[in-house]
């Protein structure tokens, strides 16, 4: 048998989003929309290199774990 399920209360204390604009998904509360990379419009040039080459690197840094892996399980096996 089955003990008897307690209900248990969540409280949810966060403000409720009064401003919410349906255009895009990825908009912030002070109303400026991103791309898909985070980068807000009207961002500065330095800005939008920096979060690219930081993605391009993170980007590298994950191919050339998963190359080393591949290797080391080919020796392996």
Request: positive net charge; aromatic residues 10%.
């Amino acid at each position: 048998m089955m003990p008897e399920k307690k209900n248990i209360v969540i409280l949810d204390n966060r403000e409720k989003q009064e401003k919410i604009n349906d255009a895009c998904s990825s908009c912030d509360n002070t109303g400026s929309c991103c791309s898909g990379f985070g980068i807000k419009a009207g961002s500065d040039k330095k800005e939008v290199f920096r979060i690219l080459f930081l993605y391009i690197g993170m980007a590298l840094i994950i191919f050339i774990v998963a190359y080393m892996f591949m290797n080391l399980v080919a020796r392996i096996s």
